[in-house]
């Protein structure tokens, strides 16, 4: 009965190409029948995967919010709000609740820490749209848990092979 | 878009009456089209609460468990698990996630520390099953915040009419 | 060469008393060569507790605070801040990394959660400047791990007694 | 009258080389009257910082365990343990606590994702013991606030000139 849940990670501030990349991951994963879980803002990469995942019929998106209630700026198509007022320590959060995780767009710090995190957790991560000394630096870093796509549709692709690979 | 979540906690270890009411409470709060949110452990008032709002149709329940996803145990009637790998710190996000916090059964450290942080974060607490030493003392620490019902049902009105006051 | 860790837990709208009380367990507490550790903010039982071991030679005061180290508002008397910006999950630090935890003052909820939470853990609670409504509730929920002094020298020599029993 | 904080991370299996550089850290560190914070786990870089710390009269060493007080393995060189009981969620605090961060040794993924949460937090880093290739990738991560050292005494010099800067 539980549901897969896969996180899509990446920058609050993204240029065009990640957001597009972001929107048809959300999409792409829905399909699957998977939850998309991001890190809840109405901003970048986090935004575009869940508005993505709501052209699906019958998609769960859950956001895990750094703020509280009170003060938090939730994305128009978050379904599940989790307010956990924990800053960048929802990170952790994140990673440890996706199955797998895909990173998309440039390194920047949030991203960074969610994919170190991830990897200290155990998990794959799936990188898209990221630069390739970002790709490098993290496979050396990974322990052959980092992954390397060149679009959303063989990032989901991945994900599959991922999943059957650990049932 | 985004769905109300209620929160239903209460003791691991609760007598058959508690766990009878946190079922009912289930079903009740998943029937209104509310999302059921537990500390997703396969034990007393929280399974309870997570397999009756696994009796209505299209009904969401989310778990925040308080361990990692290597060794946490699951309700298997949670359908989205959040894992934290936080311990009781976890508790300060089920309130702060929750529209309404639903205290059902006796005031166990852990059910009292829901209780106290859910006030702490300004939320409204309906008992249900509480002793009446538990309602009057937790009544005189609640700044009007703390309500009382005789059973399930009442419980659930409580609840909807502190969200339609808030709404 | 670990140093044991005393935690002071009390509102921050704190009355005359509680805040008198807390500056003489804070003395006392530092007299014994054991860190006094707090919520950190600069009012009430925390700000009092703090001030009183910097009365002391030698003290060593610790502050959990629930901001980040931007925004956070810290005690004069704190000589370590640690920033942990989670709200009130820090809460669970506290006792977590409390030897004992002597409860100051009135039951608001920041202070309820944080003998809860103490409970939850296993720790014992020492109860100054309670009511005796508080003191007979707590009692009720503490398995044993519940204590109730008279004023601050009291409740020093419980927590000596705690300790010694747990060598 | 509070203490500067100077963080020191680095991977728990860490070679011999980043660990002789950790102590010396420490050592110097606490030579400056700065407090030495670490993940305060009895391994590799944490302990060697802390150990090195405690070869100085009056010096102080927090460590900030990811475990609880009943399970955590803590360095004999902390003298105050904090038991966040939070994994890897608490390297957000090591580092929101931490004046200027100290990255010593290679990029596994925890002290990577120490270093990537500092910079989102705000907070500078200095790296020594880094291959040149992650020196590279952090600095282009980095706007700015990654320095970089070749040995333990410079790695001190950079902090102190960071401190002054921002007095």
Redesign the interface.
């Known amino acids: 009965?539980?549901?897969r849940?896969i996180g899509v990670m990446g920058p609050g501030a993204a240029d065009r190409g990640a957001e597009e990349t972001a929107f048809t991951l959300g999409r792409l994963i829905a399909a699957e029948g998977w939850?998309v879980l991001t890190g809840g803002r109405p901003v970048g990469v986090m935004d575009a995967a869940s508005r993505g995942a709501?052209t699906v019929d019958g998609s769960?998106t859950?956001g895990?919010l750094p703020s509280?209630?009170?003060t938090a700026e939730?994305s128009?198509?978050?379904?599940?709000?989790?307010?956990?007022?924990?800053?960048?320590?929802?990170?952790?959060?994140n990673v440890?609740?996706s199955d797998v995780v895909v990173a998309c767009g440039a390194?920047?710090?949030?991203t960074?820490?969610e994919v170190?995190?991830a990897?200290?957790?155990?998990k794959h991560v799936v990188l898209v749209n990221a630069s390739s000394?970002?790709e490098a630096?993290l496979k050396?870093?990974?322990h052959g848990r980092v992954h390397v796509a060149a679009e959303a549709m063989e990032a989901v692709q991945q994900v599959r092979r991922l999943i059957a690979e650990s049932a």
Chains 1, 2, 3, 4 share one sequence.
């Open positions: 009965m539980r549901r849940i939850v709501k769960i859950v895990i509280d209630h009170e939730v128009d198509a978050v379904d599940i709000a989790i307010f956990t007022n924990m800053g960048d320590a929802r990170n952790a959060i440890q609740s390194a920047s710090p949030g960074l820490s170190a995190l990897l200290k957790a155990g000394t970002t630096f050396s870093c990974g």
